[in-house]
Each structure stands twice: as structure tokens, then as C-alpha cells.
């Protein structure tokens, strides 16, 4: 045998990649063996695989599932990329690498560290969110460029490690163009997830090849304050009109006889009207009577106090309105905000008077 025969013979002329242990595998260099390609060759790609050739480093054909000749027609790009001024005529060097484009499902993700997030009702808040996602590839140039590299073996585990943070990235910036406030992102998960997948595809499929089939948020977690403000929310819709509120629990501690919310509610009520009532007897004395000692009138209670005397609207903060009904402040500032409870705001101080307490009380 002549050495141009033998040199022929070791030419590959086959190409194929059995795939015996391809579940956890995304991308693999075709073992060459240091052997050329025969002119001809068949290339063979099943299904749920792609071939992608590289040439010193530039890519150049690439071919989905099928059976294919390595001819001239079949390998424009390579033949440029070589300078074969007529075609495919001798044997040649590529690296071929195998893709593996099927679906690879319940891949986990999450922040490691909480991500800073801005909203509308509670400013920067700090989130901690993880879930799954499904995934496949569809772009190999790109897949093998930014996420695979020249890795002669490109496993699941290394695409998780390498990915994890790229995906948190590009979860935080969906969730800012999308405006989701934190009380959906973190009560609405499968409406979220739903929400922010056409925003992802476009990130993942450009800058890494990959498009995300199916993003799953199967929990975001907030700090303590902001869960507690998220409670107190949903206890607000729950509750709905706060005048109705207190009323119903004026009468319910009523009928209980106890001394909870509903009884000081109750207790407030009256000792308001025994007070106003005081406070005119004073303002106005018997015809005949002596003043009071030292000119001014007794003292008549926490509530209407020496303002009253002195001619003047006894002014209460919101916690001490929020102290003498039983509630939180929050909803007193709710009932504030909604005009239920009338009062004034100094500054960025909210102020009730003695009559608009007892105004709302009557209502």
C-alpha cells in the first residue's frame, strides 16, 4: 500500500456520536483521534442533536438531524473559512461538536443572596426567590461561544454553576421591567412566573443560545417588616371600611361584656360623650355660681384635658387615637388617608381632633 493510500484510510469517513450517556450532557467534541475527514464523509445527526464545526477557532457549517455528505455543497462556510478556491478536494481538520437540543427540565435557581428590589408601596425592599426552569438549546454557536466554551465534555452540573447567577440576573431585571409590585412577587407565584417568562426568553435566547421553556417562582421571601406590612394589608382588605370595623367591634365587646378592643372602643365612646358634656357645663357656669378656685375649671379626663378649658380643640396623634380604639396605627393612617376619620395634616403629621373622633365614633 502506497503512503498516499494509508494516509487515505485513516481519513474519518463516518462521523457520529452515540450519545450512551447523554442525559446529563449538553455539548461534547467528537473524539478525531488527530485523524482527518475524508471528502464525502457522512455525517450523521439524530434527532434532538445538532453539529456545529469550528475551524481554528471560527465557526463555520452547521447541520441539524439527517444524514449528510461532506461535499463542496455542504460546506460553504468551511470552504471559505479554508480558502478552497475549488472546492473540497483533500482531506481536512475540523473540531465537530455535538449539541444536545432536547428539553432539559427541573433545573433549580435562586438568589444566594437577597436582590435588591424597588417598589412602589415599600421602596427598596430585599428579596430572596427561588424556583425551577425548563430549558433547551437553540442557538449551538451562540450556546458553545458564551456558555460551553472549548469544553470537551459540557455537563449539566457545569451549566448550573454557570448559569445559576446569569439566570438570577436576568430574573431581577424582568421583575424591574415588569413593574411587579413585591406584594404580587410574593403571594402570586404561578402568575408571576407566567409573567415573566416572554420577558426572559429574549435575554436567555440572545446572550447564551438558550430558550427557557417553562420559569417557575415557587417562593420569594421578604424581610420580617415588610411581611408584616403584607399582613396587615391583606387583614385591611379583609376587613374593608375601618368605621365599620370598629363598630362592629364596639358591639361585639358589648355583648360579650369583655374588656378587649371592642369594650375600650366602647368605654372611649362614652367617656367622649361624658367629657363633652363636662367640658359645656364648665364653658358654661350656673347663673350665680362661684368661679372655680384660681380661675380655671377642673381637670376632666385623659381626653378632653385643660385644652378643652382653655377654649381650644384637643388634638390627638394617630397612635393615641390608635391606644384609645384598640387597633394599629397603620389603620388609623388608612382611615386617615381614605377620609373616613377626619383629621388635618401639619407638616407631614397627621393631627384628630376630640370632635372628629367622636364624629366618626357616632357614624
Known amino acids: 500500500m502506497s503512503i498516499l493510500n494509508f494516509l487515505k484510510s485513516q481519513a474519518w469517513e463516518i462521523i457520529q456520536w452515540e450519545e450512551n450517556d447523554s442525559r446529563d450532557t449538553l455539548s461534547v467534541r467528537w473524539p478525531d483521534e488527530d485523524r482527518e475527514i475524508k471528502r464525502g464523509a457522512q455525517l450523521i445527526v439524530r434527532e434532538s442533536q445538532a453539529v456545529q464545526f ?69 421602596g427598596i425592599v430585599r428579596v430572596r426567590a427561588f424556583g425551577t426552569f425548563d430549558f433547551r438549546i437553540v442557538d449551538p454557536k451562540v450556546f458553545l461561544k458564551e456558555v460551553a466554551g472549548t469544553d470537551h465534555h459540557f455537563r449539566l452540573d457545569e451549566f448550573h454553576d454557570t448559569m445559576r447567577s446569569r439566570i438570577v440576573s436576568v430574573f431581577t431585571d424582568a421583575v424591574a421591567s415588569a413593574r411587579i409590585p413585591v406584594l404580587d412577587l410574593a403571594t402570586r407565584y404561578q402568575e408571576v412566573g407566567e409573567a415573566i417568562l416572554p420577558l426572559i426568553n429574549p435575554q436567555t435566547t440572545t446572550k447564551y443560545g438558550i430558550e427557557i421553556t ?34 362592629f367591634q364596639m358591639a361585639q365587646g358589648l355583648e360579650k361584656g369583655e374588656g378587649g378592643t371592642g369594650s375600650a372602643a366602647a368605654q372611649l365612646g362614652i367617656g367622649l360623650a361624658m367629657a363633652q358634656q363636662l367640658a ?34 384637643r388634638l390627638l396623634s394617630p397612635a393615641e387615637v390608635a391606644e384609645q380604639l384598640g387597633v394599629g396605627e397603620a389603620d388609623v393612617l388608612a382611615s386617615l388617608e381614605s377620609g373616613d376619620l377626619k383629621g388635618r395634616r401639619i407638616g407631614s403629621v397627621w393631627r384628630v381632633s376630640v370632635g372628629a373622633l367622636e364624629e366618626f365614633l357616632r357614624h
Not at 415588610?226 to 376587613?239: C, G, L, P, T, Y
Request: glycine share 12%; aromatic share 10%.
Open 280 to 313: 359645656h357645663q364648665f364653658q358654661q357656669p350656673p347663673a350665680g355660681s362661684p368661679p372655680p378656685l384660681g380661675g380655671q375649671p377642673p381637670a376632666m379626663g385623659a381626653v378632653a384635658g385643660g385644652a378643652a378649658a382653655a377654649g381650644l380643640p
Open 214 to 247: 417553562s420559569f417557575i417562582l415557587e417562593n420569594a421571601s421578604v424581610p420580617p417588616e415588610v411581611e408584616a406590612a403584607i399582613d396587615k394589608r391583606s387583614s385591611m382588605s379583609a376587613v374593608g371600611n375601618l368605621n365599620d370595623y370598629v363598630k
Open 54 to 122: 469550528v475551524y481554528l477557532g471560527q465557526f463555520g457549517d452547521t447541520f441539524g438531524p439527517g444524514k449528510h455528505d461532506l461535499i463542496t455543497d455542504n460546506l460553504p462556510i468551511l470552504c471559505r473559512l479554508k480558502g478552497w478556491k475549488y472546492g473540497f478536494e483533500s482531506p481536512f481538520k475540523a473540531d465537530v461538536y455535538y449539541v444536545v437540543t432536547r428539553l432539559f427540565s427541573g433545573n433549580k435557581w435562586g438568589t444566594s443572596n437577597p436582590i435588591m428590589m424597588r417598589d412602589q408601596d415599600f
